[in-house]
């Protein structure tokens, strides 16, 4: 089954063309990893699959079926199925709410047995080393590193299908990040879920996720198995991107290709590759010909005329 | 030997809290060597922060308490008065905070900004004179169009490039200690790679030291000849970055470096340290890692470990250091 479904998909919302573009289809029970920098359009295209907002161009289904359909005819069902794990975990729980009121309240809206689910809850959170006192505590009592495994065991609650997970390590620390990691990869096998996730860390995208997109501003450049991409980057801008995590381990001598300048505005891309302003290895062509999104005989996608021209040691 | 530009000794800093007196830094004892980098790592709450707040003499706090000495060339820091320190903050030491978004005064152009330092720290340097050099300074930290963007306001820019203004103005400084706390947490991977290959060619073109605080253990390990590793308020070890990454000698140390996610292809489950950071109102006996650590005995419990010469410059806090492997 299609878990997830895109084609053509752009967001432009005013002058701001968020997404253009954008396709790609998930079976049910993968795990995706999505990165990019900050004004790629990751976010974006969350809050699109979770129907926070709707496409204002192309095809976007879930089941094989479109968000705004689900939304129309069964739009809490729908919610429960489709988990999104936001990036503040603080942010997203009330501050005038008790944990246990927070959780009580996702099984109330949803209609959940309640001793079950409570029982799963418990579960979670003893598999993700929080104490049963947390439930008693106000979100301003816990730490940040709390929060963001409550947010996790809020979504997880419900027992969803999708989760997409923006940024689920953002600000935790290492020392606990790989238990949650555990979890999050355990539940996903148990309950064969499916995972869109976003993270700044491409060690943890490497080490959790099979497939793997490259965003750049709006744009996919790249959709590849996760290890194979990481070996041999086909795009220059995955390639830059890849390296920095290479140059990071301690003890390695990995230089990172610098790239020059920053990700322009998306009131204004660039024409041609959107790419082509600060890439190493840019033609002329690029300059003027926008590359479509093409199949790689080695099972890969890239938005590249001259794919593979940029390698790191 | 030269003596050292910093030296620190028995620094303790606590605050008062609704729910207790929080120790939020242990008895530090700690020395920045001229001419050099260190590194400072440590998790959320180990103190990293405020060790860097406390040598540039920010409060944490009306209710906090700060004691023991932080010697900067034969001064002690904390004998000084409000206006002792503010001569000395921004020309002898000066600062790169986390947060490039709030660092910079929105009403402020980035000329103002960069000028205000120079004329603060050289008043004699006439006005062309101070905007050559803020465009000087922009030049070196690599800021493309440095005559527009002298310009421009702190609204206009992005946050690779805040950041890279808030660098100009502490180079401008010309400090003997430039404190930089997180400087790239805030940024994109990208910019990040950027600022750091910045920070690594400035090493050279700076006479000072540079402290580098950091969660991030390998961006610290490629900065940084010498490592302190923190946590709960306490230095734990200390030593040359080559030999800690090879063998760390504490064990907190020791499962940090196991935590960082390696790029082997592996299906088995990620490392992590059970248990939780040190809540600094609860008291402590004994080691403050004891309770996570994967090597406690009976005396652990009991007696905290002093700071202990391992020689070659590096030093642990841990009973157990060198029985362990």
Redesign the interface.
Known sequence: MTAILLDGVSAHYGAVKSLDDVSFAVEQGGRVGLVG??GSGKSTLCRLLVGLRLPSGGELSVFDRPVADHLRTDARQFRRNVQLIMQDAVASLSPRMRIRSLLQEVITIHSLPADETWRWIETLTARL?LPNSVFERYPHEI???QARRLAIVRALALKPRIVVADEPTA?L??????????LLIEIQRELSLTYLMIS?????I??VTGRMLVMYLGQIVEDGET?AL?RKPAHPYSA??L?????????KAGQ?I??H???PSAINPPPGCRFHTRCPVAQTRCKTDPPSLRRLPDNRSVRCHFPYSLSFA | MEKPLVQIRNLELSAATGRGEARILRSIDLDIERGSILGIVG??GSGKSSLANAIIGLPAGNTSKLSGEIVLDGVNLLSLDESGMRALRGSRVAMVFQDPMTALNPLFSVERHLVDVIKRRFPAVSRADATGRALAALEAVGI?DPGLRLASYPGDL????RQRVLIAMALLAEPDLLIADEPTTAL???????IV?LLSDLKARLSGSILFIS?????V??LCERICVMYGGTVVELGD??AI??APAHPYTR???A?????Q??DA?????????PDPVAPVQGCIFAPRCAHVVEQCLRVAPQLRDLGASRKVACHRAGEIA
Do not use: K, W, Y
């Not at chain 1, 700044?200 to 943890?204: A, E, F, I, P, T």
């Open positions: 920098e900050s080393g730490s940040g590193g600000g620390d290492v020392s606990v990040q790989g238990g949650l990691l555990n700044h860390d491409l060690r943890v490497r080490r290890e990481f830059a991107l390296s920095t995590n290479a140059a990071h381990a301690p003890g990172p610098i790239l300048g920053e990700i | 998790e959320s493309a992005s946050g690779g490039m994109d991977a990208t910019i990040e790679a950027q290959s969660h991030h253990l390998g961006l390990a490629r970055t080559a990454a090879a499962a940090l470096m935590c960082m996610i390696d790029d292809v592996s489950p990620l490392m992590f340290i059970p248990g939780e950071v």
